[in-house]
């Protein structure tokens, strides 16, 4: 086990309330319906390739795009499509969704065999075809991160075990519970990118996790655990290759500007899977939990769940949910409605009650500084703030506003409970929008 | 069931910090200090205290109500700025004049310029000033403290002897000015001065827990406690290198200024080199108005003067973000 060579500045120390890291992951089964979103991603949007009546089997591709950053998505289940109409989507936006009666047969789709004997170049194509995108939460499709172009020198594959944000384990359940499959995920991403030194990224408070690591890559010379200070947020790209490698990423830059590739633990152990199997992504571990919840718990759920269903499979509220957040409680987005899927990058369902989900009022600044001393990117929150308030978007610029990550330290720490990252987030968008009305 | 959801940005969770814990937390620290001035200059010290913090309270419910601004007297802030302002003040201040320093602290200082976090100078300060331009005799008339710096014992009855304080003496005399008040004297706070200023013990005690709690970060006091000391000890003596820099150190408002005044969140800069600079700039001012001025004590000038650079020094000391181009200051 190694130790980070570098701690980043700023940051939090969070409440971990990390209740289900002992609860081992559960399948849920199968649910009457899905609706599987033909955004789940970043990137362009698929097409559906289905119509209404259609039947589909599990696996099977039901929607694609053509342009360069997109990710297909399959069908979780074998049933009828009942409907391909938009949805309202969080965000404020509408995602065409495929809508699927199941069966309960779960068929799987005949096309699926363990794609073998291929080149790289066609492996990292059935890669794409396979649905995958970043697990941790972005959703960036990681055919392309595994094909670089040519003059970007990859040399460290950073494996991201951090999970920095509270509540969420279901990356520290895929360490415990399937070592080895994320090993071969990693052998694989080494192979197939020409990296020759892969680190595993864990928070030292998951130490379990660090002596299985340890134990397993005694005799590996060229995959290494990484012991990480726990502190929010450790697990934001920067800083993980900041505390691993010791580099920088330049602003506006991508982690293959400084020869280093990251992924997911869990997206490292779908490739192994997949390498195995063939089969795409359909399903994704989840932690359910929040003040809410009646039985915390780590589930395996099919994409394109219902969150009500998923919320029921864990013996449902045991008081009435003010918020429910996909995601973490730092980062994760708030739903304004149970209807809504389970994605690709859902790894956590929260539900607090309405007590914990109250908005808290927002009191005038007292230039404490607090924020600044929190932000991991060194920006001055507090000067942003005052800008976007004030409508001074371009006056942001020169305060480095797109350099923010949006991870909520700020906000976290604001004794005026001021929405500082919230009021950052207003004002990158009225830049894109003033920035594109140029054009 | 269709529930009522709450869809909030995130983050969806905040630490419990808020502002009337951070200002609970400055007026338990300003408590030993408070304690310090109530037993070496006996009841009338407690009696000042109480009428500056009335006064700012009042001023700030009746400022507000005016104004038909929601009330932000349970934020402390008033509270915190009369406890201020009575530790700047000597301990025979006539009471009414007390009064009227909190009403101009939190009214004209304060409130006319935009409350909480618009102040563009520190307003307890800014109140001193005020008071000591318009009531010269009374700002300084200093009372010897009521205990005898030997037994320790409390003699009562013993009351409001004239006296000067340690930094005028020194002023008046330099070194040799016998008899000069002992270290330990200034150190524990038996010496004649304004209240809050008098015990650098108890004043370190708070700002200990201000450090621990967060509050406060050391940037700014150890900026300016050592540019005092580095220049006293230069240039505070008969010929260069032979001051005496603890002296300068512990006796006058130093401690209290550079803990708890140059501190405020509201009048200091943010950024990192922001803070070194307000120190350094406050330990300049102070140095040369007590070595070369009219005045034998400069520190709430020094922050005052300062306070009004802060917003400048923030602008020209962005930080360089992480992986960002340099500062585009």
């Known amino acids: 086990m190694l130790k980070a060579l570098k701690a980043f500045k700023g940051g939090v120390s969070l409440p971990h309330h990390k209740h289900t890291e002992h609860c081992k992951t559960v399948e849920m089964g199968i649910p009457k319906k899905v609706a599987i979103p033909m955004l789940q991603h970043i990137g362009a949007p698929c097409s559906p390739l289905v119509k209404k009546g259609d039947r589909v089997k599990a696996g099977q591709k039901i929607g694609d795009s053509d342009a360069f950053v997109s990710s297909p998505v399959h069908s979780s289940v074998s049933g009828t499509v009942t409907d ?7 965000g404020g936006f509408e995602v065409v969704c495929v809508e699927i009666e199941s069966d309960g047969l779960q068929e799987i789709f005949e096309g699926i065999a363990p794609p073998v004997g291929l080149e790289k170049k066609e492996l990292i194509r059935a890669i794409r075809d396979s649905g995958l995108v970043g697990l941790g939460g972005a959703g960036f499709p990681t055919s392309i991160k595994l094909s670089p172009p040519p003059d970007k020198n990859l040399d460290i594959l950073v494996v991201n075990g951090a999970e920095c944000e509270p509540f969420i384990t279901s990356d520290f359940r895929e360490m415990l519970e399937n070592p080895g499959g994320i090993i071969e995920g990693i052998r694989a991403i080494m192979d197939l990118t020409g990296v020759k030194k892969a680190f595993i990224g864990i928070e030292s408070n998951k130490h379990e996790a660090i002596g299985l690591f340890s134990r397993r890559l005694k005799d590996v010379p060229d995959i290494d655990v990484v012991s990480l200070r726990t502190r929010y947020p450790q697990g934001g790209e920067k800083q993980l290759i900041y505390a691993v490698t010791g580099r920088r990423v330049p602003a506006g830059k991508l982690p293959s500007d400084v020869g280093v590739l990251v992924q997911n633990i869990n997206t490292a152990s779908f490739i192994a899977s997949f390498l195995k199997t063939g089969m795409p992504l359909i399903k994704k571990k989840v932690t359910v939990d929040g ?101 001074r978007f371009e006056e942001t610029l020169k305060y480095d506003i797109n350099n923010c990550i949006e991870c909520g330290s700020c906000s976290y720490v604001c004794p005026a409970k001021r929405h500082l990252v919230q009021s950052i987030r207003y004002g990158k968008a009225e830049l894109r929008k003033m920035a594109s009305a140029k054009k | 069931m269709e529930y009522n959801l709450i869809a909030g940005s995130s983050p969806h969770i905040r630490s419990s910090e808020s502002t009337p814990g951070i200002m609970r937390d400055v007026i338990i620290a300003l408590l030993p200090a408070a304690a310090a001035a109530i037993y070496f200059f006996g009841i009338r010290a407690l009696l ?82 005020f008071l000591m331009a318009s009531w010269p005799v009374a700002m300084t008339t200093w009372t010897q403290p009521r205990v005898d710096a030997v037994s320790m014992a409390t003699p009562l009855g013993v009351d409001a002897v004239s006296s000067a304080t340690p930094l005028a003496m020194l002023k008046s005399g330099g070194l040799s ?146 992986g960002g181009e340099k500062s585009n200051a």
């Open chain 1, 84 to 90: 391909v109409r938009p949805m309202l989507y969080p």
């Open chain 2, 177 to 322: 000015s016998l008899p000069l008040p002992d270290l330990s004297s200034l150190f524990f706070g038996n010496v004649a001065g304004c209240l809050g200023e008098t015990s650098a013990l108890a004043l370190l005690l708070g700002a200990a827990y201000l450090i621990a709690r967060r509050v406060i970060t050391l940037e700014i006091p150890v900026a300016f406690i050592a540019t005092v000391a580095l220049m006293t000890w230069i240039f505070g003596g008969h010929s260069l290198f032979t001051g005496y820099p603890l002296y300068h150190i512990l006796a006058g408002g130093l401690m209290l200024g550079a803990f708890f005044m140059a501190t405020d969140y509201t009048t200091s800069p943010v950024t990192f080199k922001g803070k070194i600079i307000m120190g350094i700039g406050c330990g300049l001012i102070t140095s040369i108005i007590r070595l070369y001025g009219g005045y034998p004590e400069g520190v709430s000038y020094s922050i005052l003067l300062m306070n009004l650079a802060a917003p400048l020094i923030d602008r020209y000391t962005i930080p360089r973000s992480f």
């Open chain 2, 48 to 129: 000042v205290i109480l009428v500056t913090v009335l006064s700012c309270v009042a001023s700030e419910y009746a400022a507000t109500r005016i104004m038909k601004k929601s009330t932000t007297v349970g934020d402390y802030t008033a509270a915190v700025t009369g406890l201020l302002l009575a530790f700047n003040l000597p301990p025979s201040i006539p009471f009414w004049i007390a009064a009227i320093g909190g009403v101009f602290a939190v009214v004209v200082v304060k409130q006319l310029f935009g409350g909480l976090g618009h102040n563009f100078v520190n307003p307890a300060l800014a109140a001193r000033a």
């Open chain 1, 291 to 391: 003040s809410a919840v009646r039985n915390s718990m780590n589930v395996e759920v099919l994409i394109g769940t219902p969150l009500r269903d998923v919320f029921e499979f864990c013996g449902g509220f045991k008081e009435e949910p003010g918020k429910i957040i996909m995601g973490g409680p730092m980062m994760g987005v708030a739903q304004f409605s149970l209807d809504n899927s389970v994605v690709k990058h859902t790894n956590a369902l929260l539900a607090f009650g309405r007590k914990d989900a109250e908005l808290q009022k927002e009191s005038v600044c007292i230039r404490c500084g607090k924020c600044v001393n929190a932000c991991p990117m060194e920006l001055l929150p507090i000067y942003i703030n005052a800008c976007v308030n004030k409508g």
